[in-house]
């Protein structure tokens, strides 16, 4: 089974600054797909970003973007300018091409935003 | 649309008794998702359905759960008998095949309390 793993289990930073949650991830697939969803205290799972293995280029959602190294198998998720609702657990998520569409979910990172 | 819907989005109820989750997909979606999230064992994956059809259970914890899809609007997850370790929040999601990413939408979820 794949592997997702997010080392930080809480993460803090202060309000309109930059943050970085690592992602790593076990796969001998060349093709496959990467998520970042937020989980804020209303329990509603939201997607922040996305990335396919093929593109080399990182994906950018406004204050969102990510770090793709897929030699090293690490999707990282970069926050900029952060706001005090972008508090929320995040999770990383692994999907493979063609072999359905099981996700496979890191154990999330509780990010704490300070005013 | 009105997204992934689950009810009831509380349930609260004694050992030993039935527990049945519902939940509707996104209109059109052919993949429904079933997952279990716990502190302790964070984001599982129980069940999962396409075009109604169950393609894989081995996240079912045991024999007291079962899932099932009669049509491709609604599937219920039931819990009989239910014990105080099921405690927990259930959330459904749904995606779409042809959809490049087969991003999954989630429901809001369903917090169950066994007493």
């Known amino acids: 089974a794949q592997t997702v793993t997010q080392s930080q289990p809480e993460m803090s930073v202060q309000e309109a600054e930059t943050v970085t949650l690592s992602c790593t991830y076990d796969?001998?697939?060349?093709?496959?797909?990467l998520f970042w969803y937020k989980q804020p205290p209303s329990r509603q799972m939201i997607l922040v970003i996305r990335?396919?293995?093929?593109?080399?280029q990182n994906a950018t959602e406004n204050r969102f973007s990510v770090n793709f190294q897929k030699a090293a198998k690490s999707f990282s998720l970069k926050i900029s300018d952060s706001q005090l609702g972008d508090a929320a657990m995040y999770f990383c998520?692994?999907?493979?091409?063609?072999?359905?569409?099981?996700?496979?979910f890191g154990t999330g990172t509780s990010l704490t935003v300070i005013p | 649309d009105a997204g992934v819907i689950q009810s009831p989005r509380h349930e609260v109820t004694e050992m030993g008794q039935e527990v049945t989750l519902r939940c509707k997909p996104i209109?059109?979606?052919?993949?429904l998702f079933w997952y279990r999230q716990t502190m302790m064992r964070g984001l599982e994956l129980l069940i999962y359905?396409?075009?109604?059809?169950?393609?894989?259970d081995s996240g079912m914890p045991e024999d007291r759960f079962s899932a099932k899809m009669p049509n491709a609007s609604f599937s219920t997850l039931k819990i009989q008998p239910s014990e105080p370790r099921d405690s927990a929040v259930y959330f459904c999601?749904?995606?779409?095949?042809?959809?490049?990413?087969?991003?999954?939408?989630f429901g809001p979820g369903t917090r169950l309390t066994v007493l």
């Open positions: 796969t001998s697939e060349s093709d496959y797909y």
């Open positions: 209109s059109g979606h052919d993949y």
């Open positions: 990335q396919e293995a093929y593109k080399q």
């Open positions: 998520a692994y999907r493979r091409v063609n072999t359905g569409n099981q996700f496979y």
């Open positions: 999601a749904s995606s779409l095949q042809r959809d490049h990413y087969n991003e999954q939408f």
């Open positions: 359905f396409n075009n109604n059809v169950p393609i894989d």
